[in-house]
């Protein structure tokens, strides 16, 4: 990871510099091709499901809903509780090992295509193209002195990312209040503090990070960015420029000259201005931008196309590049497990949570010829439907629950069930005593849980 | 600060914490600019022989965020208590905060206790839903002595029998809930010595029918006439004015056995109740009221044990 030496040389002139560098603004170059399809094709994929996906129902309650304020965490068939916070733990080793394994296999895969910071700065881009025209006639208004079509321009272009931004804020707060009652607030002027907040802080996020800061997230802040390299070696497709090809740079048709005509596209086209040219730099984001814009001009010139593209160190060296690599087979043996393990534990999974809570006041009480321990049974129906649960025990001789041992419970709600167990005062030794507790919902055999506390004798 | 006798240490706080901002923004100025770096531009540390770390440039906006983090700690320093005694100008304070915050959960979950307080307590024992709320109420506040299912544990009353110390009406329960209780029996060991004692726990015995040596009990019946009656009555039945337990029944607050009698007898008890009026409000002991009351009369009370 090298800086360009030019920098450098500007930098080494003046006795006294800042350690602080001035923004360079970067006006990318819109260029068509493959890679531009696919980066339009994940946009809308990954933005139909964000901004759709609060407004689709299930079981007559939002499908996808983060419920903080009651900690119930909806989507689509499955409630998951603050107890089930090992899915999230999953769900992040997943996404961490399915980076290491695009990144491994494919590079910055994430970071050119899917990434949030991409995505809306694609759209944010697409809308200051149609508000400002493409890269020449941007950098010409920024030139311009004010005048009132700079300023009905500018304008335009901040009003329409103001209001995509406020809208992405509001989806984003729909996922955690129900989204519906959000947007009836919404027209009446009338959110809560908090969820005005938040909305107008995720808005502002928006605005900033895809309208001002764009590449600048990626190069200071990112933290994905900077260890991604480490998941590089030899055969990982890269973004390269065929130097043997392309060099030495020149006029089409001038003598010796190789297939780079230096038009510069590449380096216009580059949403976090570098030159591809110089290889492999840390500020690339793998989007193929320079790809898209190189094949344009090698197609107008009837060269073949290619002269950037995705290829691996070893393919340039002219060596054999291995896709089949040990750190690909562990990254996808690992991920392939965990994914399995998951699917199969959701799968299985029975909803219905126990805790045993024995009284620590009383410890054992005498009644009659029999021994009585209390307990608190906390019995959560994780359903959505109302359920009937019968309560039993068992690990001693004649152990049995005095009282009540059917409780119903409210769906998806939690009940806290005092229990009675009693034992024949002659049939147990004094001390303590491994019981189990079984609670059984009613009319649905397979849903059980078994919990295990202990009994006191004194 | 009351531990500190003197201003002294506010002061020093202060100016520490004045100075230490102030020189982190002098300190800030001073190494945004550098020397004119030599020909390669690296930091100068080399790692396995020729690995060199180059020394870019952060973005000038970065050190903006430095910057505004100084000028969020002095206005927090104004608004906010952190200079000294200074109490800050918006006059926050981790009390005033829990206050606030008590109102707030008072006025948000104050109506659901307050629905049923003009309801009677008979009238509440068949609405679910107040029970439910009482229970929580329960588990909260009194389960820790009194036992999840409230039947209680030796020196802890049984609520769900029908046998009451202080009285099992409503009104007497609820009066128990927000004033709290002292039952106090007087140590009699002294007074009587150990075999006066003993006689008269063979005599309490008698009275609930246990096992007993009755020229012990015939004993200990003088002593009792003229020592325990005072509360326990002539019959020996309790008084719910003063807590006194009924001795011909087969509740035992404190056990039957004889040596626990003996104990009970010479040393005394004193078992309190704490008054709950300060913890909780009135609808919320309404609540918990109807709760307890109901314990003994759902059909399922626990019996009466030794």
Redesign the interface.
């Known amino acids: 990871?090298?800086?360009p030496l030019s920098?450098?040389a500007a930098?080494?002139?003046?006795?006294?510099?800042?350690?602080?560098?001035?923004?360079r603004k970067i006006y990318p170059r819109a260029v068509h091709g493959w890679f531009a399809g696919w980066r339009w094709a994940l946009v809308w994929i990954t933005q139909i499901i964000y901004y759709g996906g609060p407004w689709l129902t299930w079981n007559d309650r939002q499908a996808v809903l983060f419920d903080i304020v009651h900690r119930k965490f909806f989507i689509f068939g499955l409630v998951f509780w603050p107890q089930d916070i090992v899915y999230l733990a999953v769900l992040l080793i997943i996404s961490a090992l399915a980076l290491f394994l695009f990144t491994a296999v494919a590079g910055r895969l994430w970071c050119g295509f899917t990434c949030p910071q991409t995505v809306y700065t694609e759209i944010f881009m697409w809308v200051e193209r149609i508000v400002e025209g493409d890269r020449n006639a941007r950098i010409r208004l920024d030139k311009e002195r004010f005048s009132k079509k700079k300023i009905v321009r500018k304008g335009a272009k901040h009003a329409v990312w103001i209001l995509l931004s406020l809208w992405t804020g509001f989806t984003f707060v729909g996922y955690f209040t129900p989204i519906k009652e959000l947007w009836s607030e919404a027209l009446t002027f009338s959110f809560g503090p908090w969820e005005a907040f938040w909305v107008l802080f995720y808005g502002f996020a928006t605005y900033g990070n895809a309208g001002w800061m764009r590449e600048?997230v990626c190069?200071?802040m990112c933290p994905y960015a900077r260890f991604q390299s480490a998941m590089f070696d030899k055969d990982t497709l890269i973004i390269t420029y065929d130097r043997g090809r392309g060099e030495p740079r020149g006029k089409a048709g001038s003598k010796g000259a190789g297939d780079c005509v230096d038009c510069g596209i590449c380096v216009q086209a580059c949403p976090t201005g570098i030159d591809i040219r110089d290889g492999l730099q840390y500020e690339c984001i793998g989007c193929a931008a320079c790809i898209d814009g190189c094949d344009q001009v090698m197609s107008r010139l009837a060269r073949p196309r290619g002269l950037i593209r995705y290829s691996t160190t070893h393919a340039m060296e002219g060596k054999k590049t291995r896709v089949l690599r040990p750190r690909v087979l562990v990254y996808s043996a690992i991920l392939l497990a965990i994914a399995a393990a998951v699917t199969a534990s959701l799968y299985l999974r029975v909803p219905l949570k126990v805790d045993v809570i024995r009284?620590r006041?009383?410890?054992a009480?005498?009644?009659?010829d029999e021994i009585?321990n209390?307990?608190?049974l906390q019995i959560m129906n994780t359903t959505e439907q109302q359920r009937l649960y019968e309560i039993g025990v068992r690990g001693l001789k004649d152990i049995e629950i005095?009282?009540?041992s059917r409780v119903t419970v409210e769906p998806a709600s939690s009940r806290?069930v005092?229990?009675?167990v009693r034992v024949e005062r002659d049939e147990v030794a004094p001390g303590t005593h491994r019981i189990e507790f079984e609670v059984r919902a009613v009319g649905a055999e397979a849903i059980a849980v078994r919990e295990s506390s202990v009994f006191m004798v004194r | 600060m009351s531990q500190f006798t003197s201003g002294f240490w506010d002061i020093y706080i202060g100016v520490l914490t004045v100075v230490s901002v102030v020189a982190c923004a002098l300190f800030l100025k001073s190494?945004?600019?550098?020397?004119?770096?030599g020909?390669?531009?690296t930091t100068g540390h080399t790692w396995d022989g020729d690995l060199a770390e180059?020394n870019?440039?952060?973005?000038?906006?970065?050190?903006w965020l430095f910057y505004i983090t100084i000028v969020f700690s002095l206005g927090y320093l104004i608004l906010y208590p952190g200079l000294g005694s200074w109490s800050g100008t918006l006059g926050w304070s981790q009390v005033g905060q829990l206050k606030q915050e008590q109102e707030l959960a008072l006025k948000r979950y104050g109506p659901l206790y307050e629905k049923f307080a003009a309801t009677e307590i008979e009238a509440l024992v068949k609405n679910a839903d107040a029970l439910g709320i009482g229970?929580?109420l329960f588990?909260n506040n009194c389960?820790?002595?009194h036992?999840?299912?409230?039947?209680?544990?030796?020196g802890?009353p049984n609520l769900a029998d029908m046998d009451w110390l202080w009285g099992g009406t409503p009104e007497a329960i609820k009066t128990t809930i927000a004033e709290g209780r002292t039952g106090m029996m007087p140590a009699w060991g002294q007074a009587l010595g150990e075999q006066r004692v003993k006689d008269v726990a063979h005599y309490v015995r008698s009275l609930s029918g246990l096992t007993h040596d009755s020229i012990r009990a015939a004993r200990g019946k003088e002593d009792f006439d003229k020592t325990c009656i005072a509360c326990h009555g002539q019959q020996g039945k309790g008084n719910t004015a003063m807590g006194a337990p009924d001795l011909t029944d087969k509740v035992w607050l404190h056990g039957s056995a004889e040596d626990r009698l003996i104990d009970t007898i010479s040393r005394g008890r004193v078992d309190l109740m704490p008054a709950h009026k300060e913890k909780l409000s009135g609808a919320q002991i309404h609540l918990l009221t109807a709760y307890v009351y109901s314990l003994s009369r759902s059909g399922?009370a626990?019996?009466h044990?030794?």
Request: glycine share 6%; hydrophobic share 35%; with cysteine.
């Open positions: 990871m090298n800086a920098k450098l930098a080494a002139a003046p006795e006294e510099t800042s350690l602080y560098e001035v923004r600048q190069k200071y009284d006041a009383a410890l009480r005498e009644v009659g009585e209390v307990y608190r005095k009282g009540d806290m005092p229990v009675r | 190494q945004s600019v550098r020397k004119a770096p020909p390669a531009d180059y870019n440039p952060l973005p000038r906006w970065w050190s229970q929580k588990l389960a820790q002595c036992a999840s299912d409230g039947g209680g544990a030796r802890f399922v626990i019996p044990r030794k």
